[in-house]
């Protein structure tokens, strides 16, 4: 069995997210993201961004996110890393973007402001239920063939 490494974050935007803005982040994550076999998945809503992050070596993810915890059009509020057996939940998106419109389509936009919420008030200190962690991105991947075309 592969083990593979993730982490997920929620990172306060500090300057205007317009749609230029995420599609240069998308377009730059997934040229260097393909080369580094990392991917996952971008989502952007109010202020915050949620990025699932995963790759097969801890090393490969570390060096993104020292690399994004310098990126100042975000700060990171909370981030968390965890790792699994078995294939990548998103082993086909580079950087895949989810947005708000594709959650409200799939009745799931409050659930994952929920998560959000929940994810922005952790500490780093407390034990985290990674389990929950992995339900939302769970219920995000099994919704993957719907989410890249809607
Ligand atoms: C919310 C957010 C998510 C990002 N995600 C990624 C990513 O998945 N992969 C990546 O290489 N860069 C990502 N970036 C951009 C990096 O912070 C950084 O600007 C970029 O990796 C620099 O690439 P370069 O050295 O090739 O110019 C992200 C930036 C932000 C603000």
Redesign the pocket.
Same mark, same amino acid.
């Given at each position: 069995m592969n083990t593979y490494y993730s982490a997920i974050y929620i +990172?306060k935007?500090i300057i205007p997210v317009t749609d230029i /803005?995420i599609n240069d $982040?998308l377009t @730059? +994550? !997934?040229?260097?993201?393909q080369q @580094?076999g $990392?991917t996952?998945y *971008?989502y952007?809503e109010d202020g915050y961004?949620m990025?699932y $992050?995963e790759a097969d070596k801890a090393d490969t993810l570390d060096k *993104?996110i020292a /690399?994004?915890e @310098?990126?100042r !059009?975000?700060q990171i509020v909370n981030c968390f890393n965890t790792s699994h057996t078995g294939n990548k939940r998103f082993f086909d998106w580079s950087?895949g973007q989810i947005d708000k419109n594709q959650l409200i389509n799939l009745n799931l936009e409050q659930q994952i402001i929920n998560y959000m919420k929940w994810l922005k008030g952790l500490h780093q200190s407390i034990d985290v239920n990674s389990s929950k962690i992995c339900s939302m991105v769970d219920l995000l991947s099994s919704h993957k063939e719907i989410l890249q075309l809607l």
């Open positions: +990172s935007a /803005v $982040i @730059k +994550s !997934r040229s260097n993201n @580094k $990392i996952g *971008l952007y961004f990025q $992050i *993104l /690399v994004l @310098k990126d !059009r975000h950087m």
